[in-house]
């Protein structure tokens, strides 16, 4: 629906929000690369705003808070431990495993297709996706990381 909206009518770039009452709350897409800035930078009280779905969405992978819905002073204080996993020069040591370990995805994944089997995709990727993020905020070493995709 977005891509659809946006190939319509925002091309140039631009604003919308698209409102699927009773359904979702209220979306905001920003096309524009100065939009974008002025909300994400620019204004520091909009950029710091963490969306009210937040904590919803991620009880159930994190169990309870987490950086994504902290506010900003809280925040801070945490991910100054983290900044170490989030450097440029961290994350390029840690591609190799990366790659490694989604190796592994595409052969679970590739696994499943041969057994044309029924499994639950979201299972194996969310067990990934937190396996990798875990990892890369913990500052493992490339030929460190190993993921197991336990009960895959």
């Known amino acids: 629906m977005f891509s659809d909206i946006y190939l319509e009518k925002f ?17 905001q897409a920003i096309i524009s690369p100065t939009a974008a800035t002025s909300a994400t930078q620019t204004n520091r009280k909009l950029a710091t705003k963490k969306p009210d779905l937040l904590p919803k969405l991620f009880k ?10 902290m506010p900003e002073t809280e925040w801070k204080k945490w991910r100054i431990l983290f900044n170490k996993g989030f450097s440029a020069d961290n994350f390029l040591e840690l591609i190799p495993g990366i790659i490694k370990q989604s190796q592994t995805y595409v052969d679970i994944l590739r696994d499943h297709a041969e057994k044309k089997d029924v499994f639950a995709l979201d299972h194996t990727t969310i067990r990934l996706t937190m396996d990798l993020i875990g990892k890369t905020i913990l500052y493992a070493k490339s ?10």
């Open 11 to 27: 091309q140039d770039g631009g604003v919308f929000y698209l409102d699927m009452w009773p359904l979702s709350p209220l979306f």
């Open 60 to 69: 159930p992978l994190a169990g309870g808070r987490n950086l994504l819905e």
């Open 143 to 152: 030929g460190n990381l190993q993921l197991t995709f336990a009960d895959h």
